[in-house]
């Protein structure tokens, strides 16, 4: 079981749109937030713009941006969270998750962000409760490391995580 904390009484927890996705869609929480922004050299913070529809952030290219999602979860130890985009997202509106997957450790206590970036050519908009990434859990294992030494295994020596040709 996932602990889940909504911040906000319209805030939405992460859904499964299918019985077989293994991703969960995660919602953006715009709604009287400040989203904080990065072109890569310096940072600033905005205000998504209150629309009828719902607060909406506004992107131009190559700009990144931290968008809340509205909760904290807690995840059993030993899970991780992938966030990853949402094929929909990346091809129409040329959504990019920098970092993708990011992780969520099971020890975060704070709200659960995403980092978007607009890698399209024009303006990217991002509203209040749109569904614009996805979490796939993950079993991970926490190994010690030991002194050693690596000898050569195969035949692959020398590449860079490549097989060859």
Known sequence: MITIQLLHDDAREPQRATEGSAGYDLFAY???RSVTCSDGQRT???EPEAREGGAALRLE???MARVPLGFKAQLPRGIEAQVRPRSGSSFKKGL??????????SDYPDEWMVLIQNGGAGTLELVH??????????????LAFQPGQVGITTTRAGGFGSTGA
């Open 30 to 32: 715009l709604s009287g």
């Open 129 to 142: 409760g749109e569904r614009f990434a996805q979490m796939v859990l993950n079993r991970y294992e926490v």
């Open 61 to 63: 290219p190559g700009v």
């Open 96 to 105: 990019h998750i920098p970092n993708a997957p990011g992780t969520v450790d």
């Open 44 to 46: 600033w913070t905005v």
